[in-house]
Every structure is written in structure tokens, then in C-alpha cells.
């Protein structure tokens, strides 16, 4: 009997071993299951926001590009409205010399007539040299303007018209003249430009900055460019990755016309039409700043950059230094 006892007891316990063994089995399978949906959760998980996060950037480049179209339609509409001003005429009311009770005096001999050739674009003296300090002289040179008697209207000879703002009001070119640009020359975004006002420029990967960027190490709000004090201002905003100028990391520091700011892979130069010109054509840039002063007058580095180009011209070397004392009353 014991024997019996003792065989049965032993069978007793190698099947109830032989049971955990299987609920350890069945458990740990059923573990392994679990641990498996949850990666698979997980992996899913991770692609859908990368997916979200791709998608965001997508239509931040979007929203940027669409921005560019509509300030390029907007600089397009401006150029077709001053391309369609037409013949613009002075007549003898307007060029012949008043009496006493504002109307024209009489004058023996022809009549002067000015004209001005149709969609030229008049160039406005520096307000600065001598004669009219006051800005409001514009002056056309071309050789198909004539001026003279009413009888040679119709000869071709070089001439030089003098008309004051009372007789044209010329109107800037488009919205943007006379603003600095910020020329992206490096990057995903390489080959964009945006125009800064005389105010406050953000710049990052949120939509709602002026100056967007298409960059993984730029932050949302990653700069800003402010003018204060007569100058442009570069001002890191705590940014991850901080901002470079010129090869330097800044957290604040004043802009010049050459500069390179660097976020990330991505480069912009500040620059202007005057800065890009000079050197080439130091007439056009000559010009180039004059309008930028229209808009600014009291900006500095774009009178710095007009004294530099008017005393290269001796016969202007005057003006140039009007612009010097007027700088350094507002470097006091």
C-alpha cells in the first residue's frame, strides 16, 4: 500500500508541475504577445507624428512660397501701374513765370514747352547739394527729351529738363523701394529674398514669422531684426541653436550692409539695391540710396554708404560732406 501511496503521490506532483509548467508557458507566450502589440503600437506611433511632423513643415514651405507669390504679384502690379503713366507734359502754364497775382506774365517770342518721354523714369536730385535743399527738384536727362520753342518741338537734341514736384509728382516704383533685403544665399530656402521694413523682422520655422524658414535647426521664433537708434539690430531670441553673423555666434549686435547671417545650413545676406550696385554702377547707387533716405532719412548706414560714393565724384564732393555733418549730428 505504501508503495502504491508513494507512486501515486509522485504522479500527483509531476502533473501539477507539468501544469505550472504549461501556465508559465501559455503566460509567457502571452507576455511576449503583449510586449509585441505594444512595440508595433508604439512604431506606429512614432511614424504618425513623424508623418504629422513632416506634414507641419510642408505647409510652413507652402505657406512661405505663398507668401513670395503675393509679394512678387504685388511688385508686378505696382511696375505695370508706373509703366502706365504715359506722356507727361509741362506746358506753358506750367514753365512760364508768374506776376504778381499768380497768373503767367506775358512773353514775347515762342512758346517754352518741356516734354518728357513716355514711362521714363525721373531721377530725383539728393535733396542734399546745392540749390534746392528741399528734395523737390527731379531731373530728367535722355537724349530723346526736347525742350525749346513750340516751332522745334519735333527736333531730336539732348536736353536736360528741370521740373519741380508742383509740376510732377512722381510716385515710388512699387511698395517695397527703399527697403533693406535679406538675401537667403545658402540652404533649403537659397534664392528667396525678403524686403525689411524700418520696424521689427522675425525670423524661424513658424508660419507667422516675416522671414521663413525652411530649417531643422531654427527655432519657431528663432531672431528678430529691429530697427532702433537709426540702425538694424540682430537679436538672438534664446534660440536652441543660437545665431551666427559673420562666422560669430551674437546674441545681440548691430547690422552693416555685407553681413552673413548664418542659422543652421542656412545663410542670408543683408544687403540693399545701393550695396549690390556699387562698384558697378555708382550712379544707379547713388540713386539706389537716395530713395532708401526717402523712406528712412535719418539711416545711417545708408548715408554712410552715400558719402563714401558721392566723394569718389569731385564734382559732388560737397554734398558729401552735408551728408557727413548730418551724420555726425546723429552720431551724438
Not at 16 to 29: K, N
Not at 124 to 141: A, Y
Amino acid at each position: 500500500m505504501e508503495a502504491i501511496f508513494g507512486s501515486t503521490s509522485t504522479l500527483v506532483g509531476l502533473i501539477l508541475s507539468l501544469s505550472v509548467l504549461i501556465l508559465g508557458i501559455v503566460l509567457a507566450f502571452g507576455a511576449s504577445s503583449v510586449a509585441s502589440a505594444a512595440r508595433k503600437t508604439a512604431e506606429e506611433c512614432r511614424r504618425s507624428v513623424d508623418a504629422a511632423r513632416q506634414m507641419n513643415k510642408d505647409a510652413e514651405h507652402l505657406v512661405g512660397a505663398l507668401r513670395e507669390l503675393i509679394a512678387d504679384l504685388r511688385q508686378e502690379v505696382s511696375e505695370l501701374r508706373a509703366g502706365g503713366r504715359g506722356f507727361s507734359t509741362a506746358g506753358p502754364k506750367d514753365l512760364l513765370p508768374a506776376n504778381s497775382s499768380g497768373t503767367p506774365a506775358p512773353v514775347g517770342g515762342p512758346t517754352t514747352v518741356a516734354v518728357l518721354a513716355p514711362q521714363t523714369e525721373l531721377v530725383p536730385s539728393t535733396g542734399l547739394g546745392d540749390g534746392d535743399e528741399s528734395g523737390d527738384t527731379w531731373v530728367e536727362n535722355r537724349s530723346d527729351a526736347v525742350a525749346g520753342s513750340s516751332a522745334d518741338v519735333d527736333s531730336k537734341a539732348d536736353a536736360t529738363v528741370m521740373l519741380g514736384k508742383s509740376d510732377l509728382s512722381p510716385k515710388p516704383r512699387d511698395d517695397y523701394h527703399g527697403m533693406p533685403i535679406l538675401r537667403l544665399t545658402a540652404g533649403l530656402d537659397r534664392g528667396k529674398e525678403f524686403r525689411l521694413p524700418f520696424d521689427r523682422t522675425t525670423i524661424g520655422r513658424a508660419p507667422t514669422n516675416r522671414v521663413v524658414l525652411t530649417e531643422d535647426k531654427a527655432s519657431r521664433i528663432h531672431a528678430e531684426i529691429l530697427y532702433e537708434n537709426n540702425r538694424f539690430t540682430l537679436k538672438d531670441n534664446n534660440s536652441t541653436n543660437g545665431t551666427v553673423r559673420n562666422g560669430a555666434p551674437v546674441a545681440e549686435t548691430p547690422l552693416e550692409f555685407g553681413d552673413v547671417i548664418t542659422v543652421g545650413k542656412t545663410e542670408m545676406l543683408f544687403t540693399c539695391e545701393g550695396f549690390d550696385l556699387k562698384g558697378q554702377d555708382d550712379n544707379r547707387a547713388i540713386f539706389a540710396f537716395e530713395r532708401m533716405l526717402q523712406r528712412q532719412p535719418d539711416f545711417v548706414a545708408a548715408l554712410q554708404n552715400l558719402a563714401f560714393l558721392l566723394e569718389r565724384d569731385v564734382a559732388r564732393r560737397g554734398e558729401a560732406q552735408k551728408v557727413w555733418d548730418l551724420l555726425q549730428k546723429l552720431e551724438k
